[in-house]
């Protein structure tokens, strides 16, 4: 991952994560999540940064954060075959009315 920042789309950091999550079962998932999230979140910054405006400056939130914790559920729902992110040792995102994922799109 720490190689991988630098160069790849925050969509391939979620998918890479999520197969080193699958593939490798880290010690510590939760704190390699931590670790990478901005990475990872970047391309949902920049959607919102497009629909808003060039000018517009978008900070870090947790809704943000919490529609890439939907993406990463989803690439290792497919990678491992239909088991969740809570059998890797990963908490499972959860949306209140307000903030379900591309509810500020």
Do not use: W
Request: charged share 20%; net charge neutral.
């Amino acid at each position: 991952m720490e190689e991988a920042v630098s160069i790849a789309t925050a969509n391939e950091l979620q998918e890479l994560f999520a197969v080193i999550i699958v593939f490798c079962m880290p010690p510590n998932p939760m704190k390699l999540r931590e670790r990478f999230k901005y990475g990872m979140t970047y391309d949902v910054h920049r959607q919102i940064q497009l629909q808003f405006g060039s000018n517009t400056v978008i900070n870090f939130s947790y809704s943000v954060y919490k529609e890439c914790l939907l993406r990463i559920q989803t690439q290792i729902h497919l990678i491992a075959n239909g088991r969740g992110q809570a059998e890797f040792g990963l908490s499972v995102p959860t949306f209140e009315s307000k903030d379900k994922p591309g509810g500020f799109f």
